[in-house]
């Protein structure tokens, strides 16, 4: 791999009150990156602080002018916020998130960099021993296991947020909601490579956790999203109409049968045949032949939006050109 001199490294922050820790985490970042020895910028996403987090990030500025650089929300927006502001205003070529709180090491930055080097998009830090309450860490591994199952993507800790970025990867993952968490999936469905690191991860120290074991429930809850993002968004007919067919293709079948009772009954004369109008499987019928249309509609609607929003360069990712190509419209 080329040596990786002519780099410019952007270490993205998002933060929310977290003053006591912010000096002694710049002071170890600064360590770190100087013996990296690659351009750099510190970005500081205050999220909507309400302590002293903004007059200590004024001070960094003050003293470190040249690599510090200050978002300040007017309020509070969440992570997933945080770091598409720092995104959007980085201007390295490699982007670096990490939590304000140290309890990720800037002392790993090099190891990371490192792995990225080895041609990999994305580097995500593996906190081998997790320093954090139970409460946290069993609802944490089971959504760790879950999502690697069924992403296909292999790792450990994807609610890390110490990760090593090449900048396309920033520029074309869309975030909104909470989906930092979902970042390496969402990278991965775009065909970047992704790789982890080992870390170590220490307690918090200072100011307190934002988020509580709760997260999971909405975690989980992304993940449905995520999945359809990443699988059916660009073929909704494909999940809804399958569903459907299948639903309503039972409800045909429940009400042919029942048909066949009833014209037994009514025109064969059969009496020992009981009466199709009260019994429960008629309102099963019925109730899934409707629910099928309704699905396949949906699919329909899923293809309608698809339609008049598809842009054809949005349907894959380049990783590289040899030679001059056409620039449309040019
Ligand atoms: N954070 C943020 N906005 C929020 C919540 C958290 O910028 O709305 C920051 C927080 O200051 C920290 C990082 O996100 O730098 C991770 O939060 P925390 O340490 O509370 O999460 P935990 O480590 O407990 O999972
Ligand atoms: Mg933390």
């Known amino acids: 791999m080329e040596p990786s001199t002519s780099r410019s490294l952007s270490v993205v922050v998002p933060l929310l009150n977290e003053a006591d820790s912010l000096r002694p985490l710049y002071d170890r970042l600064i360590d770190s990156l100087v013996e990296v020895g690659e351009l750099y910028e510190v970005i500081f996403v205050d999220d909507g602080s309400t302590d ?7 001070d960094l500025y003050r003293i470190d ?10 309020r509070n927006f969440g992570k997933t916020a945080a770091l598409n502001a720092g995104f959007a205003h980085a201007c390295g070529q490699v982007i670096i998130t990490l939590d304000a709180d140290l309890q990720d090491d800037p ?3 090099p190891a990371m960099l490192a792995k990225l080097d080895e041609g990999y998009d994305l580097v995500a830090a593996w906190r081998t021993d997790r320093q954090d309450p139970l409460e946290k860490t069993v609802p944490s591994r089971l959504f760790n296991f879950t999502v690697s199952r069924f992403t296909g993507v292999g790792l450990h800790d994807f609610n890390c947020g110490f990760k090593v970025y090449r900048r ?3 520029d074309s993952v869309r975030l909104y909601g909470e989906l ?3 970042i390496p ?3 991965h469905q775009q065909g970047f490579r992704i790789a982890e690191v080992p870390v170590q991860h220490h307690p918090r120290r200072a100011g307190a956790s934002k988020y509580g074991a709760r997260r999971y429930a909405k975690g989980f809850l992304d993940f449905g ?3 359809f993002l990443t699988t059916y968004l660009k073929r909704p007919l494909h999940l809804f109409g399958a569903a459907g067919l299948a639903v309503f293709g039972v409800g045909t079948i429940i009400n ?4 066949i009772l009833w014209l037994l009954r009514e025109v064969g004369g059969r009496t020992d045949i009981a009466a199709i109008g009260t019994r429960p499987l008629l309102m099963v019928g019925v109730l899934a032949m409707i629910l099928g249309i309704q699905l396949i509609s949906i699919g329909l609607l899923g293809e309608m939006l698809r339609y008049f929003t598809f842009r054809p360069t949005e349907e894959y990712a380049i990783r590289r050109v040899l030679g001059e190509t056409r620039i449309a419209g040019g």
């Open 256 to 259: 042919l049968y029942l048909t």
């Open 180 to 182: 930092h968490r979902f």
């Open 185 to 187: 999936v969402l990278a």
């Open 52 to 58: 002293a987090s903004s007059s200590v990030l004024e």
């Open 168 to 170: 396309a990867v920033t």
């Open 225 to 227: 999203t995520v999945l």
């Open 107 to 109: 002392a790993e930055i």
């Open 65 to 74: 002018a040249e690599h510090v650089r200050v978002i300040q929300f007017r």
